[in-house]
Nanobody
């Protein structure tokens, strides 16, 4: 069964850090562009950060740039999103999704992902 499973969210105070994980099963994750998307309460799903297949191909939304780092661990078939200096506006459910190998990271994050979504992982930033 092909699926992506998100984990590693949690509840932190402003300024804290979290590192959600996106683990793939049933397919080799490094063959695809992978993106992290956030759905804030009452809002639509938006691209936060995406990573392409080529070295150095990574995209960050303005809200994430300088604070978040996306990375792959191909041996573990997992993509991570290191989130530092968290703010209350980072609160939401974080989902990961694949994009076709023919596109780059920015296109996935800006254009959005197709197909079904997993359960996501909840991130709450609050004092």
């Amino acid at each position: 069964q092909v699926q992506l499973v998100e984990s590693g969210g949690g509840s932190v105070q402003p300024g804290g850090s979290l590192r959600p994980s996106c683990a793939a099963s049933g397919f080799t994750l490094d063959r695809f562009v992978i993106g992290w998307f956030r759905q804030a309460p009452g809002k639509g799903r938006q691209g936060v950060s995406c990573i392409g297949r080529r070295d150095g191909d990574a995209y960050y939304a303005d809200s994430a740039r300088g604070r978040f780092t996306i990375s792959r661990d191909n041996a573990k078939n997992t993509v991570y999103l290191q989130m530092n200096s968290l703010k209350p506006e980072d609160t939401g459910v974080y989902y990961c999704a694949p994009g076709p190998p023919t596109i780059d990271a920015e296109r996935l994050c800006v254009g959005g992902a197709e197909g079904s979504w997993g359960q996501g992982t909840q991130v709450i930033v609050s004092s």
